[in-house]
């Protein structure tokens, strides 16, 4: 391979990690935001979560989906088109002008979405091929997502405070209409596996709307009340949806998501891991804002940078020190740390008071809350891939991000509900920290309860030896 092969191979995967940046971004980009749309779109408290839900949701139930559909018909020509619906859709929820078209063009997004970010693995899996180069790679992607969460609430915060609302889905199209350009330029096209296989739309269609109807359930539960023939009538039927995925996926010869990788048990554990996790993240990203704007009155650029401290400390451990951590000591102990770190981390801000002041009641969270997710990331990553057949580890990272979209949004209608029920009807200052005290609470337990999973069922094992030519990163035989 010629020196200008490898650098167009490098800068095909920057262009890939700026598409999956792009659909990360997108997740977080709209916290910020919220208060903004609820007030200009009319937006109940709880229906609110469905700006957020509406995207997650989509997003999560059609990945395995997407990655199906990149084998049969080709990865490059499948990325395009994800990349292309969710530019579409980002304009659609630019110019949305009522609560209806947002929350529909916003599902769209997250099937365009999960396209992007099930195609865009298995394009990188494809173009690097040797370990230590798929290992810097993978790198790469694991910053993008332990770092893009908290760079969407800054770049939100920007957005929002010099603009408006709208220019948070707007500034997707020039980045959209980038990254399908270079990627015409850069990917090699294929023709993919016509005949070979079959698509499972059964299963998508089973587990997408059964786990739409447990949060549609879960979100209303204050206002039909939980123990309601409505609420448990409705969440009866999400599980025998889920009952009946599980059948199906059991039956079909190319299932949406292969059964038989949850007897690994560090891919079982690890999505146990990555639900509870992705739930308590949504707990800072989504009641800390509002927090923030709320209660103590930020503007939407201050709440960006009240998180800039969170973005600077989680690059700088995802990028390095997270990866060195793994190589002295494996995947468990800095996992288990991390989330020690995150829970302590949400469970300062269960204390922020009415009258809270920066530097003592938000700035020692968000620093803790940098570290900690920038430990984990990595290894976390590593940990769902450790057992899996090479021939398996694009569906294993599809499912474990499949793990972390769905683990998110029901974390926030559990947190949102959490809190709705702590304020009631009230607007007030005092009735708002209540309720969010009492959400970041149970992000706090999510986040334990994450720890306690990886340090009883993850395998500890010796830390794996560097790899002098993987340039810092973590090789993917870590367990």
């Known amino acids: 391979m010629t020196i200008a092969d490898v650098r167009k191979k490098w800068f095909a995967l920057y262009v890939l990690a700026l598409g999956d940046l792009l659909i990360v971004l997108d997740i977080s980009i709209v916290n910020v935001a919220l208060p903004s749309i609820r007030e200009d779109l009319g937006f109940s408290e709880a229906s609110l979560a469905w700006v957020i839900n509406a995207y997650t949701l989509t997003f999560g139930g059609f990945m395995l989906l997407a990655g199906r559909l990149g084998d049969l018909f080709g990865h490059r020509r499948i990325f395009l088109l994800g990349v292309g619906l969710f530019t579409l859709a980002s304009l659609a ?24 970010a099930a195609v865009a693995l298995s394009l990188i899996m494809t173009l690097f091929t040797e370990p230590a180069e798929r290992a810097k790679a993978m790198g790469v992607i694991g910053f993008v997502a332990a770092g893009g969460g908290s760079i969407g609430v800054l770049a939100g915060g920007v957005l929002t405070d010099i603009l408006n609302w709208h220019w948070i889905f707007l500034v997707n199209i020039p980045v959209g209409a980038a990254v399908i350009a270079l990627c015409l330029m850069l990917l090699p096209g294929d023709s993919g596996e016509r005949g070979r296989t079959s698509l499972d ?40 949806g889920l ?52 209660v103590l009155g930020y503007s939407p650029l201050e709440v960006g940078l009240a998180f800039l401290p969170a973005n600077l400390l989680m690059g700088a451990m995802s990028l390095g020190l ?12 800095p996992l288990v740390g991390g989330m020690a770190l995150v829970a302590l981390g949400l469970g300062l801000f269960a204390r922020a008071p009415v009258d809270g002041n920066f530097l003592i ?41 499949t793990s972390f979209m769905l683990g998110g949004a029901l974390g926030l209608a559990v947190l949102a509900s959490v809190a709705a029920a702590r304020t009631g009807d009230s607007s007030s200052p005092a009735a708002l920290v209540d309720g969010y005290q009492a959400a970041f609470v149970i992000g706090t337990v999510f986040a334990l309860a994450a720890g306690a999973v990886a340090a009883v069922f993850l395998r500890g094992g010796p830390a794996p030896a560097r790899d002098p030519h993987a340039m810092g990163e973590p090789a993917t035989e870590v367990i």
Not at 205 to 230: C, D, K, P, R
Not at 372 to 398: H, R, T, Y
Request: glycine share 10%; net charge neutral; hydrophobic share 60%.
């Open 243 to 294: 009952a009946l995925f599980v059948a199906l996926e059991s039956r079909v010869s190319s299932p949406l998501m292969p059964l038989g990788l949850f007897k690994l048990r560090s891919v079982a554990a690890s999505n146990i891991v990555g639900i509870l996790w992705s739930a308590a993240m949504f707990a800072m990203f989504f009641l800390s804002a509002l927090y923030l704007q709320l």
């Open 361 to 401: 009641d938000v700035l020692p969270s968000m620093l803790i809350l940098g570290v900690g997710i920038g430990m984990a990331m990595n290894p976390l990553l590593l940990a769902a891939m450790s057992d899996v057949e090479p021939q398996d580890a694009g569906v294993a990272s599809g499912v474990v991000n």
């Open 201 to 240: 739309i059964a299963g998508a269609v089973t587990v997408t709307a059964s786990l739409m109807l447990a949060v549609y359930a879960i979100v209303n539960g204050n206002e039909q009340g939980w123990t309601s023939v409505h609420t448990l009538g409705l969440l009866g039927i999400a599980a025998a």
């Open 322 to 333: 997270s990866a060195k951590l793994v190589m002295r000591f494996g995947v468990r102990l």
């Open 93 to 116: 929820c630019g110019l949305a002008n009522s609560s209806e078209i947002l929350v529909g063009a916003r599902a769209i997004q997250g099937i365009g979405g999960a396209i992007v």
